[in-house]
């Protein structure tokens, strides 16, 4: 049986549960791949290999644990939450991921704005990423790659409501503080 | 001139080419196990009919057997004790064989 191609998360889900069906998963994979990857690059500071692997690896967790998937919270949350901990869990390997870690005041830095996002633009911020904690990475990625509200960041990564509110306000402040210095001549 | 807010969103919005990744994952997938009590359904039809046969054999009248129930309907005498024995277990069969591929289309 084929699916349209405008099946929603839930009807490839019930497909996957329903008649094991490996084209409905790869859908999904179609459908969520970019942000799951993005956001995983962006975690693992533009490690690109590490950042596909982590991805290979979230989508095969995704389908072993499917049916404990509860339909309570969007999809791309939860599998934001199976990235995020192997992040973590590959983080860890190397070095303690401190995600409540409140490392100081927030950075000084102009007001001014930031130049137009052309693609030199976005390596600039790839590069800005590197100035983060983990936790102001993790948030970051969180509310803006895998388009989660604070409230489903705070879900996926296992920290306080305040603690994502701080951490995104922080980033935003380090990351416009760089790339305005960036260009200052 | 666009602020922090809009370089993150377009950044976000920018997307990664698939470059195969779509086709390694899903040939990466392990098999499933399947569900708890999946047997459980074949296993319920399949007794049933197995049930049903039985019965049919041992409330038919006596003398009658499947041999000769098929042998009858062959020569298109459906209606004798034997045949009707026989229908009733080939259509038990049949009836399990059906629901069982059904099913697991």
Known sequence: MSLPAESSDAEL????????DR???AALVARHQSRVRTALRRLTRGDVALADDLAQETFILAWRNLRKFRFEARFSTW?????FNAWQSEARKKREVLLDLDDGALPPGPDGAVETPDLAARMDLERAFEILTDGERA?????YYADLSHEEAAQALGIPLGTVKTHVLRAKAKLKARLTEKELP | MNDLESLL???ARAGLADDGFCARAVAALPARNPLP?????PALIIGSAAIGSVAALLLAPAGASLVQGFSDLATLRALTPAAVTALGVGGALL???LVLVLDSD
């Open chain 1, 13 to 20: 889900i019930l497909a996957i549960l329903e008649r094991d």
């Open chain 1, 23 to 25: 084209r409905a998963f």
């Open chain 1, 79 to 83: 599998l934001y939450r199976i990235a």
């Open chain 1, 139 to 143: 948030a970051i990625a969180a509310c």
């Open chain 2, 9 to 11: 969103r377009e950044d």
């Open chain 2, 37 to 41: 009590g999946a047997w459980l359904r």
């Open chain 2, 95 to 97: 009836a399990s064989a």
